[in-house]
């Protein structure tokens, strides 16, 4: 009997219908859109203006698309992780709702925070329920509302982040597709350079958090972009180098959507044509969770089975990684 490995079986996706472009934020802050085009690759993202909706509304609806696209019946999934940085509400699990609003109402659920590598580690965790034996469907969301945690009077941040959400279906394989190994890193340097500083228990909210807009992620752009390329290079080199992986034996490398650039170095240093190298950052800007499956979902029709896709993220923390995964079906 060959090993059980873990294939993602089905995707689905869904993002809001309201676009916020470049030209719009130009009104905004002190910006234009050839200075956002050149330095990020973005275009144009989308935001969830209703205010009474949150990610795991995102995610809801991505997790319906998957399962009417496949025809699955949701009282067979047995967990559901839902990856995100944008939960609903503290304390109160926004993955367990998202599972009960589904009909998931078999499986047992939480969420899982790692910042824009949340989908990567939740990846992971997927595929070492399925390998254990013991569970036979996992479904993994990564769904984020950045538009909530955002100044729009910061032209460092606002210019990079949108909403929206993916989801992929992990069962158990015997042929030799899904994942195939994983490097996965974390370093708590990170810790200053990306953040929200209010809300968590370190700085409960006050009148003070909200006045000083303290609720609001800050990056130190120049820092996190140099950590970014360099590890999301190093990782995604190591795990070819580790699985005797040449660039014509990679079929796709599915990369968080965080910066064009950064995309383009981690290309370069696997040595991989232009061709290969999944975009959609210029439509969606950074929905950080959510980037690998909404990847995964526009491109799934390009995918064949026995395809060599290596996955490759970075996020505040910082953590970051690479998985190789091997393509389970055509579409």
């Known amino acids: 009997m060959n090993k059980i490995k873990a294939a993602i079986t089905a995707v689905g996706s869904y993002v809001p219908d309201d676009i916020l472009t470049n030209k719009m934020l130009e009104e905004l802050v002190d910006t234009n859109d050839e200075w956002i085009t050149t330095r990020t690759g973005i275009k144009e993202r989308r935001i969830l203006k209703d205010p009474d909706k949150g990610s795991s509304y995102l995610g809801i609806r991505a997790a319906q698309n998957l399962i009417e696209k496949r025809n699955l019946d949701p009282a067979e999934i047995d967990l559901v992780i839902f990856a995100t940085v944008t939960p609903d509400m503290p304390v109160a699990s926004s993955g367990v709702y998202l599972a009960s609003q589904i009909g998931a109402v078999n499986a047992f659920a939480y969420d899982l925070q790692a910042a824009c590598s ?101 990056q130190d752009g120049k820092t996190v972009f140099k950590f970014a390329v360099s590890n999301m290079a190093e990782v995604s080199e190591k795990i070819m180098k580790r699985n005797n992986l040449s660039s014509d ?62 996955f490759a993220s970075f996020g505040g923390g910082f953590t970051w990684g690479s998985i190789y995964l091997k393509w389970a079906y055509n579409s």
């Open 118 to 218: 949340s989908f990567l580690y939740g990846m992971s965790t997927a595929a070492s329920y399925i390998e254990s034996g013991r569970y036979k469907k996992v479904l993994v969301v990564g769904s984020d509302k950045m538009s909530s945690i955002i100044n729009y009077e910061d032209r460092a941040t606002c210019i990079i982040f949108g909403d929206g959400a993916g989801a992929a279906l992990f069962e158990p394989n015997e042929e030799g597709n899904g994942v195939q190994d994983e490097y996965l890193r974390s370093d708590g340097i990170g810790r200053e350079f990306l953040k929200i500083d209010a809300g968590g228990s370190l700085l409960p909210a006050s009148h003070e958090t909200v006045d000083k807009k303290q609720h609001f992620v800050q």
């Open 249 to 310: 034996d990679v079929n796709w490398l599915v990369a968080h959507q965080a910066n064009k650039r950064i995309i383009d170095a981690t290309a370069n240093r696997m040595n991989l044509e232009n061709s290969k190298v999944l975009m959609n950052i210029q439509r969606y800007g950074n929905t950080t969770s959510a980037t690998l499956p909404l990847l995964l979902s526009d491109f799934e029709k390009q995918f064949k089975k026995g395809d060599n896709l290596i």
